[in-house]
């Protein structure tokens, strides 16, 4: 039997907590993440796990073998104390971790949050919003250290979103992020920052890139959000392919969205494919990652992207699927460099994105979209500073 593992250059996870059968897990959920290492090393991809037939055994493959030949396939929830049949190696720390270790009075996090909130620089604020917002940054670092001793990857860090529409907010912001990582001596190289993919965003992303500083922008729900992004030099973006299908089954009005859909095509989908077209054609260095994937078709729709993040359902479904030989390769790749060089683009679409143009091109599904997803990260940023206010000091401090 093959022994899982996942050694994928990035992992859109997040650590939460869950409690169950009197045992506590720590598990990781996805958050729109992902991380990326060093472009110079290579690294294996998922395979069956420990309890599945591989090719092997039976000489048969499954459809997760033909799948892991074109992507990386990031899962989506992994189980923290079963490390060796999904182990990550990377994770997001954020502020809904951060929730999720307070609200358990034992986890292996907890010593690290209250590090933060003993914090002598922070202590020393008079002002109560300052105090607060330093120690939640302090304990993004210090989970964050943490995090980066147990998988081998890059650890993003989330950006504050009240930040996501000021370009020089985000670069401090990611700035005074740094240096806390160095004091606790986490190198750069082992660090990915996180930011919604605002204009402004976008912009950070930019400025922090020339600065070797590398950014995975999250949130993308438009051609224009992910041309920009890659303009940007973006290390990784991120694109929610059901949650841009879901909106289109309740909405109308957004000229992209309808123009796939009159073409027959999958919103979610076709956005991928022409972002993966546009990034390879034009030769920009961002890698792409599909996310909110509802099931094994959309899985199959979109072999050759790089990175997928996938519900462990469909993850252990692709597991149990045995494909006979004579079916090995009736998965094809979908996305690659050579459909991306035939891909016609518009001169419209090939315009360098500035201002304008960019607020010109984001219909009603990318708005509506990332200004959800912005809202749902600033109320938990909101929730963690007012947990803290309440616990501040903490006990034996």
Known sequence: MATASLYSPLAASSFYIAQHKNKFKLAVQSVKPTLIFKPSRSFSLIRASTGFSS??????????????????????????????????????????????????????FKSAVDTALADSECYALENSNLRMSCFFNKALVNVGSDLAKLVPGRV????????????????????????????????????????????????ASRVLESEGIQTHLTFVYS????????????????IFVGRLRDWARNHTGDGEVESALRRGEDPGLALMTK???????????????????????????????????????????????????????????????????????????????????????????????????IDGYVNQAKRVEELFGKIWPPPNV
């Not at 060796?84 to 971790?97: D, G, I, M, Q």
């Not at 001596?185 to 976008?202: A, D």
């Not at 390879?280 to 890698?287: E, I, L, P, V």
Request: charged share 20%; proline share 6%; glycine share 4%.
């Open 275 to 373: 972002a993966y077209n546009y990034i390879h054609k034009n030769g920009y260095k961002s890698k792409l990652m599909a996310a909110a994937i509802r099931n094994k078709q959309d899985v199959f729709n979109l072999l050759g992207v790089e990175y997928v993040i996938m519900p462990l359902k469909i993850l252990q479904s692709l597991k149990d699927s045995v494909t006979p030989p004579d079916k090995k390769y009736s998965l094809v790749r979908r996305l690659s460099p050579q459909s991306a060089a035939a891909y016609n683009f518009s001169q419209e679409e090939l315009v360098k994105w500035d201002r304008y143009s960019f607020s010109s091109a984001m219909g009603p599904a990318a708005v509506e979209l990332l200004t959800a997803g």
């Open 223 to 238: 051609f224009c959000q992910a041309a920009a992004a890659a303009q940007a030099g973006a290390s990784v973006i991120q």
């Open 156 to 203: 993003s860090t989330e950006v504050d979103a009240r930040l996501a529409y000021d370009t020089h907010a985000i670069v401090r912001k990611v700035h005074e992020l740094l240096k806390s990582y160095d004091d606790v001596q986490v190198p750069p190289e082992r660090l990915l920052f996180k930011i919604p993919s605002t204009w402004q965003g976008i912009e």
């Open 55 to 108: 090719s092997l055994d039976t000489g048969l493959s499954t459809e997760l073998d033909a799948v892991t030949s074109y992507s990386e396939i990031v899962p989506d929830t992994v189980i923290f104390d079963d490390f060796e049949r999904f182990p990550p190696t990377a994770a997001t720390v954020s502020s809904s971790l951060i929730l999720g270790i307070c609200s358990l009075p034992d986890t292996k």
